[in-house]
């Protein structure tokens, strides 16, 4: 999990470019304004509570949400430069979103 301190670090790319892929994994954004809009999350808040995301998608997808989100956890590393990690599959799709960052602040040091 990312300290609370490197919360911080977590920057706006990071959320935009996992806001990004969420949409094109989806092949529609109305779902996800929609999710930003019930739960008070916004796009730069999103890489910082990927679980209302994934509580929410589940409740909408039910066990199709998997699929969603193997293809934006697919897309968030291809944009941010990382490659497939077989290490972090069974994770839940939160776990992989930090662990994802996690990556990807220790790959940036």
Do not use: C
């Amino acid at each position: 999990m990312v300290s609370e301190p490197r919360n911080g670090l977590i920057s706006k790319r990071i959320s935009k470019l996992l806001a990004e892929s969420i949409v094109e994994s989806m092949n529609f954004g109305g779902l996800f304004l929609y999710f930003m809009e019930v739960s008070g999350i916004g796009k730069d808040e999103v890489a910082s509570k990927p679980e209302k995301f994934e509580e929410w998608l589940r409740k909408v997808y039910g066990q199709g949400a998997t699929v969603i989100e193997r293809r934006v956890i697919t897309m968030l590393r291809r944009k941010l430069g990382l490659k497939e990690d077989s290490s972090l599959r069974g994770l839940s799709f939160s776990r992989f979103i930090r662990e994802t960052l996690r990556e990807h602040l220790n790959f940036k040091e």
